[in-house]
């Protein structure tokens, strides 16, 4: 009891199928708009860069010009520089040195805000800048060109760096709004594949219920295929297929059922009826023993129905593995035909083998020689006389085949489908007399279907029966 409780547990406490969607498609959906608002963000703060990079390099080349045109001109130089320029409300700081870190020329406050340490290597052209944060935690971007000599005088190094912080701010809001939208944007693709998933459960739920409903009492029920989606309509056809199996297994079973009772109901009724005929007055031995004799064999009658329907069963087991081995099947025909040949001779019918060419099996030679005999002895039963019984069996391409046909009374056409049935009789030629207990020609399929071969009857009233035993080629050797 632990152990199913413990099972059950493990089985709720996993997710359903709707909450495994819902995630998938929350998640997948989520991650795309995460993507999209990453690349947009990066993209911004990228085109922010170039546009400062672009500012930084315009000042940089008005200096050179302004170094390389007239170097003596200080004046012009000086109020370029602590003319306090700003590009886009940004102040814009600006430091000449020699090539040794000599100042010549700088933007005013400059050294408290950006010393020459937050630079880095000049490089021979305006490129890309880097960002640095000043001693006051300011957010700026720089950028060292180095400048050729010119008129005798030694290169220069133009140190530009522009005042961010304004721009960080607008970014770090930016940042606080896209969060916002994208929690919004999770608790959205969240509610949305909800419903998606739910409505994509619906059919399946539809499934759930009328499996649900389905009982031993309306076996004939179906799952409905109107508008179910391709993956469950083949689920559907799957599950109404196993339906139709277990409506005819249950209806086969019944009805077997009531062959049973029926079959051995009348060897029962007959051992009471005539054990209680012997008890009601005193009799002589020759009655008692009479009484036994009759008792006896309705016991065998019993004892027959008994290993016949044993052995259906474990015929059918899947698990069932037969000992084949190879013989010829020819002389097992023989053997039949020897057998049966005192009971043809008294009921004037003639007995015989046709086999063409040399025919070998490999099969299990017991129950082969039994799905013959029980051929034979039906044949003989309803073969009246003067009749002939013919065995044959030949090697066709891909099969063996073995055929037994008789020139009897035949079998009506609309009872042919279902003499293989057990306990299956027609009146004409079936009766109870004799032993016979409709079992024969099951335990025939039974044994072909063991080996993997096929098992037909054609038949006619009044012309005769021919019964046909297919064993495929797998299951033979030439």
């Given amino acids: 009891m632990s152990l199913k409780n413990a099972a059950d547990r493990s089985v709720r406490s996993s997710w359903s199928l709707a909450a495994r969607l819902t995630a998938w498609n929350a998640g997948s959906a989520f991650l795309l708009i995460l993507a999209a608002t990453g690349l947009l963000y990066w993209a911004l703060v990228r085109n922010v860069d170039l546009e400062d990079d672009q500012t930084l390099g315009d000042k940089v080349r008005v200096l050179r010009v302004a170094l390389l045109k007239d170097p003596d001109d200080t004046a012009a130089i000086r109020q370029e520089i602590e003319g306090g320029w700003e590009a886009r409300q940004m102040h814009v700081y600006v430091r000449i040195t020699d090539n040794q870190g000599k100042v010549w020329f700088q933007t ?89 998933a739910r409505r994509g459960m619906q059919p399946l739920h539809r499934v759930t219920a009328t499996a649900r409903r389905i009982q031993p009492t309306n076996l004939g029920e179906r799952i409905d295929r ?148 029980n051929l034979v002895a039906n044949a003989l039963t309803h073969t009246p006389p003067g009749g002939a019984v013919c065995l044959r069996a030949l090697a066709n391409p891909g099969a063996t085949i073995v055929e037994v046909v008789d020139s009897g009374c035949g079998i009506p056409a609309a009872h042919l489908p279902h003499v293989f049935d057990r306990f299956f009789r027609v009146d004409q030629v079936r009766s109870s007399s004799g032993g016979n207990l409709g079992l024969g020609l099951a335990i025939v399929k039974s044994i072909v279907e063991l080996h993997g071969g096929t098992v037909h009857i054609e038949s006619m009233v009044g012309q005769g029966t021919r019964v046909t035993m297919s064993f495929p080629e797998q299951m033979t050797k030439a």
Wanted: aromatic letters at 6%.
């Fill in 226 to 373: 109107n508008g179910l989606p391709a993956e469950l309509l083949a689920l559907a056809n799957t599950f109404n297929g196993m339906l139709d199996r277990l409506e005819e297994s249950f209806t086969q079973l019944a009805r077997f059922s009531a062959d049973i009772a029926h079959e051995l109901r009348t060897p029962v009724n007959n051992l009471r009826g005539g054990i209680e005929v012997a008890l009601a007055r005193s009799r002589t031995p020759e009655q008692y023993r009479e009484v036994l004799g009759s008792n006896l064999e309705e016991c065998l009658r019993l004892t027959r129905i008994i290993d016949s329907l044993l052995f259906l069963a474990r015929a059918e087991n899947p698990s069932k593995q037969t000992a084949k081995e190879t013989f010829d099947v020819g002389v097992e025909l023989t053997t039949v035909c020897e057998f049966f040949e005192a009971v043809a001779s008294e009921k004037r019918i003639e007995l015989t083998v046709e086999v063409r060419g040399k025919v070998r099996a490999n099969l299990n030679r017991a129950l082969f020689q039994r799905a013959v005999c």
């Fill in 108 to 196: 005013p406050g400059m050294d408290q805000v950006l010393p020459p340490t937050a630079f880095r290597a000049p490089t021979a052209e305006p490129s890309e800048g880097s960002d640095v944060r000043s001693p006051l935690g300011r957010s700026f971007r720089v950028l060292a060109v180095q400048v050729g000599d010119s008129m005798g005088r030694s290169p220069a190094v133009i140190q530009v760096g522009m005042d961010r912080s304004q721009e960080v701010e607008i970014l770090a809001e930016y940042r606080k709004n896209l969060w916002a939208v994208l929690g919004v944007a999770l608790l959205a693709c969240t509610a949305i594949s909800y419903q998606i």
